[in-house]
Nanobody, 124 residues
């Protein structure tokens, strides 16, 4: 099993920045891709970004391209999401996820492990 622990959420004004962290532990050798998803009230969980565990490839959802940056510290088994130029529509619970497959998948069903989620609220 792989355990994922989210941290770093909070309240920020529009235009501000936040950085989320996701620490992985357990059988991390089985994980090849990690990603971020978010879910706003009444909406489906949405793909935000994904990265290979060695940081060689990455992918972003259209709504965050140019504003969010995903990165990976392989030595610490920790993934980060730097969120800049935040908008009120970025308000959601953010989840980190990990998958044992090789593809930078964007669907929730492709991911095997999930963090507990962290709230990000952007005020206007």
């Amino acid at each position: 099993q792989v355990q994922l622990v989210n941290s770093g959420g909070g309240l920020v004004q529009a235009g501000g920045s936040l950085r989320l962290s996701c620490a992985a532990s357990g059988r991390t050798f089985s994980v090849f891709v990690m990603g971020w998803f978010r879910q706003a009230p009444g909406k489906e969980r949405e793909f935000v970004a994904a990265i290979t565990r060695i940081g060689s490839s990455l992918n972003y959802g259209d709504s965050v391209k140019g504003r969010f940056t995903i990165s990976m510290d392989s030595a610490k088994n920790t993934m980060y999401l730097q969120m800049d130029s935040l908008k009120p529509e970025d308000t959601a619970v953010y989840y980190c996820a990990a998958r044992e497959g090789l593809r930078l998948a964007t669907g929730t069903s492709a991911y095997n492990y999930w963090g507990q989620g962290t709230q990000v609220t952007v005020s206007s």
